[in-house]
């Protein structure tokens, strides 16, 4: 039996099943990343909820796995060496189980680095747009009189739906036929801005039939499907 229990996170959100990867995480953009990766390749898991609108991830315990205080953050007890394996940031974690499994990662080195491309302009261009736009428009930020920033946000997040507009032409992922950690990144993001965020009239939504095509493909897999609801909130 794993032993986790070295791990402060672990008197805040117990193991249950300690020799499965424990997530620890919220049903987010972000979030779903994971949960609908660990569906998808189905390794066995434990979901905790933490409640980020009660600032849980900024207790001690949850800043001792993440310092950067963020959802979602795993510890898969069987990583590297047979030891546990603590890891955050959604982009090195999908790539990270990508790796442990051999799925939804190309073998080919090429293939393989041109996908880690489109993971990385997931996470240093799209979610952080998306989310700067949310704010402006959604939350705090819309009773700002000043709308510079939401036209700012506005227009980048346009201009990124055309970058992936213009990938998905004439392919059914952002890789072509194969669905990859790429898609996984970007389709929580993307539902998020049209449904959540309630930005799709903002953004012009209906000038990219080829997003909003690929949105439902990856909003019609099962496993998708899961992943955006884990976890669930207790
Ligand atoms: N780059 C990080 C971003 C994570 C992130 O921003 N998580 C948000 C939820 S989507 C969060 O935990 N917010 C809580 C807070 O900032 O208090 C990742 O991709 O893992």
């Known amino acids: 039996m794993t032993d986790l229990s070295a791990f402060p996170i672990n008197s805040r959100?117990?193991?249950q099943h300690p020799d499965r990867l424990q997530l620890y995480s919220t049903a987010t953009p972000n979030g779903v990343k994971v949960s609908i990766m660990l569906e998808e390749i189905g390794l066995p898991y434990e979901a905790h909820f933490v409640n980020i609108g009660q600032d849980e991830s900024w207790t001690p315990e949850f800043l001792s796995l993440n310092p950067n205080g963020k959802i979602p953050s795993i510890i898969d007890p069987n990583g590297p060496g047979g030891k546990p394996l603590p890891l955050f940031e959604s982009g090195a974690i999908l790539l990270y189980l990508a790796e442990k499994t051999g799925k939804l990662l190309p073998t080919d080195a090429a293939l393989r680095y041109e996908t880690i491309q489109w993971v990385f302009f997931q996470m240093a261009a799209v979610g952080p747009m998306f989310g700067?736009?949310?704010f402006f428009h959604k939350f705090a930020g819309r009773e700002i009189a000043d709308k510079r920033p939401l036209e700012r946000y506005r227009n980048e997040s346009r201009r990124l739906l055309g970058v992936l507009e213009k990938r998905l032409e004439g392919r059914k992922w952002i890789m072509g036929d194969d669905y990859t950690i790429a898609d996984i990144?970007?389709?929580g993001w993307v539902r998020n801005l049209v449904g959540f965020y309630e930005a799709g009239e903002l953004v012009g939504f209906a000038d990219f039939?080829?997003?909003?095509a690929w949105l439902e493909r990856g909003l019609a897999r099962p496993a998708v499907q899961r992943g955006v609801t884990i976890p669930a909130k207790p």
Request: a neutral charge.
């Open 209 to 212: 039939p080829n997003v909003a």
């Open 185 to 187: 990144s970007m389709l």
């Open 13 to 15: 959100w117990p193991a």
């Open 132 to 134: 700067q736009l949310g």
